[in-house]
T-cell receptor
Framework: QKEVEQNSGPLSVPEGAIASLNCTYS??????FFWYRQYSGKSPELIMS????GDKEDGRFTAQLNKASQYVSLLIRDSQPSDSATYLC???????????FGGGTRVLVKP | KAGVTQTPRYLIKTRGQQVTLSCSPI?????VSWYQQTPGQGLQFLFE???????NKGNFPGRFSGRQFSNSRSEMNVSTLELGDSALYLC?????????????FGDGTRLSIL
């Protein structure tokens, strides 16, 4: 079992719809969770960070964390073609800065 | 504020050679982490440096090494290059070593081994 798992996609959503991305992790003591967006040929760009159970909203993005279920998700509202990218879930499972990444979910937003 | 700067952007080497990659973190950031990204394995953690000390290490062979200088700049070195070392090498920085602050990535160095 991988430490951080994501559906590889592609997740195809029409423009203006909500894209829902899921991520599960194996280490119960993990405390820090991050979502990164990566365009093809580019480096990962931080979208959201979340540390406590519940929802965290930032513009069109909402991150949700459920530590009991070891589950973190990302919602993209009013999806735009420019949101087409690979979304990476990252979990800090150790003391210090050591991110474990999921394989990423490719999102395609169709006009 | 300038972001994370990695040099060079592209490198072509042959098997058996060695290579050194450089990373300058965001000003004021003291933690630098290195990652390798390949199509097959995804993004994998190499090591983290904080206050010139390696604090975390991933599951990579000893051919991969790094160091951090007193100004927080970091270098990683790969010796005896193998074809499988072809990858995008990413450096990320964060303010400190607490682990609860986001890491910000540079543009990466794309290494090709012939």
């Amino acid at each position: 079992q991988k430490e951080v798992e994501q559906n590889s996609g592609p997740l195809s959503v029409p423009e203006g719809a909500i894209a829902s991305l899921n991520c599960t992790y194996s280490d119960r003591v993990s405390q820090s969770f991050f979502w990164y967006r990566q365009y093809s040929g580019k480096s990962p760009e931080l979208i959201m960070s979340i540390y406590s159970n519940g929802d965290k909203e930032d513009g069109r993005f909402t991150a949700q964390l459920n530590k009991a279920s070891q589950y973190v998700s990302l919602l993209i509202r009013d999806s735009q073609p420019s949101d087409s990218a690979t979304y990476l879930c990252a979990v800090n499972m150790a003391a210090g800065n050591k991110l474990t990444f999921g394989g990423g979910t490719r999102v395609l937003v169709k006009p | 504020k300038a972001g994370v700067t990695q040099t060079p952007r592209y490198l072509i080497k042959t098997r058996g050679q060695q290579v050194t990659l450089s990373c300058s973190p965001i000003s004021g950031h003291r933690s630098v982490s290195w990652y390798q990204q390949t199509p097959g394995q995804g993004l994998q953690f190499l090591f983290e440096y904080f206050s010139e000390t390696q604090r975390n290490k991933g599951n990579f062979p000893g051919r991969f090494s790094g160091r951090q200088f007193s100004n927080s700049r970091s270098e990683m070195n790969v010796s005896t290059l193998e074809l499988g070392d072809s990858a995008l090498y990413l450096c990320a920085s964060s303010p400190d070593g607490a682990g609860n602050q986001p890491q910000h990535f540079g543009d990466g160095t794309r290494l090709s081994i012939l």
